[in-house]
């Protein structure tokens, strides 16, 4: 039984690179129930049974080490979290509901990358320095100038790297710019509503020139946190790590209590504004979603 990696998954196909090559598969029908379970996703291990005419059936997935919940990618070791300094500009909170999906995830390396630095304005040194403190790396860089780019390739090598952010941040862009032979199609921003034409229409592993994998996906600006369980939501927040298990009461949402530890590091500084605020209305997503969800059940 041969094994490889799933490279793509598209309209009931999955391509699977193999020590033979790349082998077109369908599943085995105890998969079929569970595809939309995630079953088998890009970034996967899987064995498979080949076929005389040369295709394959995939028998099993292999465990995975991590799953990037959406955009569905198993397997990876690094995400880059790619906005736009301008064009369109950066939303606070999308950028942390990126970062609560990836730390949710279980990705262990989390990049900030910030494309269309030479539409920025404003001071550089200043920006975004909350995620620096907090530990997140920040790349600036400018597919269009040529800017940062050979820092970002460096840390792309070897990695299997899944690029997501919103629609219009210039990711294939940059991603041509860091490696030509990915061609990738790229789009145009709507004058009329400032975001970006979706370009990528399946989450695809592409072989990069400088080693491993990088993961191109369609952009999106909502995330999927259905699953995510509303008590588990500060432990995705680093900078609120060394203040748990010390508020006055427990358990403590940080939203209201008093002597509640994170609501009095972000009140005084210890927190980014932000952040703190990003968190907060993340939680009240959340509530919303359980609380819809249970109209549902009991209709």
Not at 89 to 115: M, Q, T, Y
Not at 142 to 149: F, P
Request: proline share 5%.
């Amino acid at each position: 039984m041969l094994q490889g990696r799933v490279i793509k998954a598209y309209n009931s196909f999955f391509y699977v690179q193999t020590d033979l090559g790349l082998v077109t598969c369908k599943l085995r029908g105890k998969f079929k129930k569970s595809r939309r379970e995630l079953g088998v996703v890009p970034g996967d291990w899987v064995s498979l049974d080949s076929l005389p005419d040369g295709t394959g059936v995939i028998e099993e997935v292999l465990p995975r080490a991590q799953l990037l919940k959406r955009p569905a990618v198993a397997n990876l070791t690094q995400v880059v979290l790619t906005f736009a300094a301008a064009q369109p500009d950066l939303h606070p909170l999308l950028l942390n509901r990126f970062l609560v999906l990836a730390e949710w995830s279980g990705v262990e390396k989390i990049v900030i990358c910030v494309n269309k630095m030479d539409l920025y304005e404003g001071d550089e040194g200043a920006f975004l320095q909350a995620y620096r403190e907090i530990g997140y790396e920040v790349l600036l860089v400018s597919a269009r100038e040529g800017r940062g780019l050979e820092a970002l390739r460096e840390k792309l090598s070897g990695e299997t790297t899944v690029f997501a952010g919103p629609s219009g941040v210039g990711k294939s862009s940059l991603l041509n710019a860091i490696d030509s032979g990915l061609a990738l199609q790229t789009g145009s921003i709507s004058e009329k509503i400032k975001r970006g034409k979706h370009t990528t229409r399946v989450a695809e592993l592409l072989p990069y020139s400088g080693g491993g994998y990088i993961v191109d996906t369609p952009g999106f600006s909502a995330m999927d946190l259905s699953g995510l369980e509303i008590e588990e939501l500060p432990r995705y927040f680093p900078d609120f790590a060394p203040l748990l298990g010390k508020c006055r009461f427990s358990p403590c949402s940080h939203s209201h209590e008093p002597g509640c530890t994170v609501k009095e590091a972000a009140e005084g500084g210890a927190i980014a504004r932000e952040r703190y605020e990003a968190y907060l209305a993340i939680r009240t997503e959340i509530q919303e979603a359980q609380k819809l969800s249970q109209k549902k059940l009991y209709r």
